[in-house]
């Protein structure tokens, strides 16, 4: 979808409902150990890296909703929501499962990250402290997108039913509360575009393709 249709639809039917958790959402035609392999490789071959740790109880809680033998299922739950606490705790990283992310994303540093997006594509880079998530508790569905190739700074806050053009930079500490154009530069509070990045050479650099 392009951002242009994405501003005309209806707000009701640009906030499709979000899923209820009872499907594994990894991404396909890669099974879980070569996800888990690929995520490892992304955050540098750091065994200890946080981000990885987070990434691969995200996936393990993902995985587990394949599982269809109940009990063992439920033995798996209960290990995942273990997992999900102590990722918290100690990595202060909070990425629910229901949140469906892409190939090769990377959590960079760690510490204060609220990631509660509808949608994190491939490629996509976050660091330290930044949000996603919803501008009221009133409507828990408006929770941002953000497509292939996005780079997060730290700080930043992503709030609301809008959604991250592909390619597009996110500077540190900006607040952005509305749809963010393709390759474009967001940079303030709130956030305005300051210039537009080169497709190709976005593309290039993160090795568009290997997918």
Not at 73 to 85: E, N, S
Not at 98 to 115: A, K, N
Not at 194 to 210: F, L, N, Y
Request: glycine fraction near 10%; include cysteine; aromatic fraction near 8%.
């Amino acid at each position: 979808m392009s951002l242009e249709e994405h501003k005309l639809m209806p707000k009701a039917v640009r906030a499709a409902p979000l899923s209820d958790g009872s499907t594994n959402m990894n991404p396909s035609g890669i099974s879980f150990w070569e996800l888990v392999a690929e995520d490892l490789k992304t955050h540098y071959s750091d065994i200890l890296s946080q981000g990885f740790w987070c990434l691969f109880w995200h996936r393990f809680g993902n995985w587990r909703m394949s599982v269809r033998f109940k009990p063992a299922r439920m033995v798996l739950t209960a290990i995942y929501r273990t997992m999900f606490r102590i990722c918290q705790w100690f990595g202060g990283i909070e990425l629910p499962y229901t949140v469906q992310v892409g190939r090769r994303v990377r959590l960079e540093h760690f510490g204060g990250m609220i990631l509660v997006a509808r949608t994190i594509g491939n490629d996509v880079v976050l660091r330290q402290n930044v949000t996603l998530g919803i501008p009221r508790d009133d409507d828990i569905a408006a929770r941002p997108v953000l497509e292939d190739f996005v780079d997060v700074g730290a700080g930043a806050v992503l709030l609301g039913d809008i959604r991250i053009g592909r390619g597009a930079v996110i500077g540190a500490n900006a607040v952005v509360t509305k749809d963010v154009p393709p390759y474009s530069v967001m940079v303030g509070l709130p956030a305005k575009c300051i210039r537009m990045r080169d497709p190709s050479e976005v593309e290039k650099a993160s090795g568009a393709g290997t997918a």
